[in-house]
């Protein structure tokens, strides 16, 4: 029997054969995501390799060296003799925009400004890691907080309508770089690594830039945020669109006339999550977590924001694929693990309630239990989950057997 599929999703579920990743990955971290829209998936090839694997065959052949040798030529356009900003780095405190500022500062000798969107609430670690970037990573930084009545307003409106919470702040920190740069008169902003690496259109990766003309909008009005045009949510809520000043993308036609270019470090550089850790806790005081993240086993990564779980909640909820299984299958491609252990680690965390912060989650967002449950139900795809004595559970699990072919 065939079970209606969500979200545009593949019906048939196939795992990886080198990593763990399933291909209901979406592929894009824009997720202007609505149940009945098609969304793009991770590819995989008739061997049944997805595509952030075999991009991780071809990176092997890369030559990183020839490559940093080039972009160091390439940033001398950047360099300014008067003491003002070369470059923008997008930057959330954690371990990956800690190395980028920092690798872009003492490495290619530029003057960066790092620009952080604020997560929903901060964790302990996260404020001790944001703060540790300028005060003993030697870099200059900017919080920028948006007005906190409508941004979690937003959060809720993106749980309720998408069952994605974190809609509203990956789409702040999309546009913070390229609106920074304009706002500092800087025509350079430098992200780290590049989602391709993981399953985005594998395509992304061939390129140094990216194609920011999807930041324009014609009518801020007509944006949508959380599911719902800014337009409606003035009129239902009671804000103005002055409110959505930090959300309101720069004018593509401006970032052209400026020529503003956004590349990614991580074309240039070698990017394996892990060595990216050693760096910054070397270079900028960056620390682990005290205890593993809820719904996997890693300490490092995306521990700045008390909400985080909950967005992999989600993801699991929607896709089948939890925290674990992101950071398994990127482990598995940079050696650091092996497929069986990633599997079984898998089996273990993937898809771990954040009971712990599920009171703040509710708290923020200024809903009920029951409600964030109804919404959670009725985000799971049916091809995707079962109902067994009373609990739901998925109908496909990642295996340590592969499949014959
Ligand atoms: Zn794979």
Not at 224 to 230: E, L, N, R
Not at 319 to 325: E, H, P, Y
Request: proline share 4%; glycine share 6%; net charge neutral.
């Amino acid at each position: 029997m065939e079970y209606k599929a969500y979200y545009g999703l593949p019906d048939k579920v196939v795992f990886c054969r080198e990593c763990v990743i399933s291909n209901q990955r979406p592929g894009s971290t824009v997720e202007f995501t609505n149940k009945n829209l098609k969304k793009e998936t991770i590819q995989f090839n008739e061997e049944g390799i997805c595509s952030a694997c075999q991009y991780n065959r071809q990176k092997k052949e890369i030559d990183y060296q020839r490559r940093q040798e080039a972009l160091f030529e390439f940033l001398d356009r950047y360099r300014k003799s008067d003491g003002t900003y070369d470059v923008i780095v997008p930057s959330s405190g954690g371990k990956d925009s800690s190395f980028t500022t920092h690798c872009v500062k003492t490495k290619y000798k530029m003057n960066p400004l790092a620009v952080t969107w604020a997560p929903h609430i901060y964790t302990e670690v996260g404020w001790r890691n944001f703060n540790n970037l300028s005060r003993t990573g030697g870099v200059d930084s900017i919080l920028y907080t948006p007005n906190g009545d409508l941004h979690r307003l937003l959060t809720r409106l993106a749980f309720e309508n998408l069952c994605h919470p974190f809609q509203p702040f990956i789409h702040g920190q999309k546009i913070i770089g390229p609106s920074m740069a304009l706002k500092f008169g800087v025509s350079l902003v430098m992200y780290g690594e590049n989602q391709a690496e993981y399953g985005n259109d594998i395509r992304d990766n061939l390129r140094n830039t990216m194609d920011y003309s999807f930041f324009s909008v014609d009518n801020p009005l007509e944006m949508v945020m959380g599911g719902m045009a800014v337009r409606d949510i003035i009129e239902k809520y009671g804000f103005s669109l002055k409110d959505f000043a930090p959300y309101i993308p720069p004018k593509a036609d401006d970032l052209r006339s400026r020529n503003i270019q956004v590349h990614y470090l991580g074309f240039y550089e070698r990017w394996d999550p892990q060595e990216m850790y050693y760096y910054a806790s070397e270079h900028t005081g960056f620390q682990a977590a005290p205890e593993r993240s809820i719904g996997t086993y890693s300490k490092y990564t995306e521990i700045d924001d008390i909400l985080i779980p909950f967005h992999f909640y989600t993801t699991y909820i929607k896709f089948g694929i939890g925290r674990a299984t992101y950071d398994a299958a990127q482990e598995i491609r940079n050696g650091k693990i092996a497929r069986e252990e990633g599997v079984a680690l898998v089996r273990k965390y993937d898809g771990e309630f954040p009971e712990k912060y599920f009171k703040q989650f509710l708290e923020y967002m200024n809903i009920s239990e029951e409600r964030f449950w109804e919404v959670v139900d009725n985000a799971r795809s049916p091809h995707l989950w079962k109902k067994e004595n009373n609990r739901w559970v998925l109908r496909h699990a990642v295996a340590e057997e592969l499949e014959v072919i």
